[in-house]
């Protein structure tokens, strides 16, 4: 009779925190996002168009939220370009780009940790909302609620991407072109639901350059 051959399985998880209260919170399900946002941006498309004091106009709200959803892909290829991939070779640049990003690319099909958790989406969405409603007033509510749709668009295309079967011509796309991310180029392909931003600033993932550690 002959032996089962045992293969060696990787961990798909790891801890990121001795406290197991932080640990928890480092932890998240993919629904939450969409949870806990999609009525903060229904509430604030209400108040745009109907109860702020100068309401916002369909076709320019309609305009804004578009405009929202764009500047979101940028913000995003920005965050996982420049901070993300922040690297130091200190002990605390490795642990800031560990806990950041790195605890990801080792342990990339992670399922609590493919969303952003709402300890880091929520101060970062009341950052944006300030300064969007600083700067344009009501119409900054509906520049909000795109930029909302646009990372919401991004989560679930992250999850999808590295849980599902991504089936048509765009749905291949976007996977191989985060995959090459992952594992053959952590110098290009930024972008994770368009690609807009690496084809603009020139960081389109290249097939066939050797993998570096993320």
Same mark, same amino acid.
């Given at each position: 009779m002959q032996a089962t051959k045992r293969? &060696?399985?990787?961990?798909?998880?790891? #801890?990121?925190f001795e406290s197991d209260f932080i640990e928890r919170f480092?932890?998240?399900?993919?629904?939450?996002?969409?949870?806990?946002?999609?009525p903060v941006l229904v509430y604030l498309a209400y108040r745009a168009l109907t109860v702020a004091e100068a309401p916002v106009k369909?076709?320019?709200?309609?305009?804004l939220v578009v405009g929202g959803v764009l500047?979101?892909?940028?913000?995003?290829y920005v965050l996982h370009r420049h901070v993300f991939h922040f690297k130091k070779d200190t002990?605390?640049?490795?642990?800031?780009?560990?806990?950041?990003?790195?605890?990801?690319? &080792?342990?990339?099909?992670?399922?609590? #940790?493919?969303?952003?958790?709402l300890g880091a989406s929520i101060p970062m969405g009341a950052i944006f909302f300030s300064l969007f409603f600083a700067a344009m007033g009501n119409y900054g509510l509906a520049f909000f609620v795109g930029f909302g749709?646009?990372?919401?668009t991004y989560?679930?295309?992250?999850?999808?991407?590295?849980?599902f079967k991504m089936n048509g011509p765009i749905g291949k796309f976007l996977k191989k072109h985060h995959m090459l991310h992952h594992h053959i180029d952590h110098s290009g392909g930024f972008g994770v639901s368009p690609p807009l931003w690496d084809v603009v600033f020139?960081?389109?993932?290249?097939?066939?350059?050797?993998?570096?550690?993320?």
């Open positions: 293969e &060696d399985m990787r961990p798909t998880t790891t #801890r990121m480092s932890r998240i399900h993919p629904a939450t996002p969409f949870v806990f946002w999609l369909a076709l320019p709200f309609a305009g500047f979101w892909s940028f913000a995003e002990p605390w640049g490795r642990r800031f780009h560990f806990l950041i990003h790195g605890v990801h690319h &080792d342990f990339p099909d992670d399922k609590d #940790r493919l969303v952003m958790p749709i646009g990372y919401l989560d679930g295309t992250h999850f999808a991407i590295h849980h020139r960081t389109m993932p290249q097939p066939k350059k050797r993998a570096t550690k993320a």
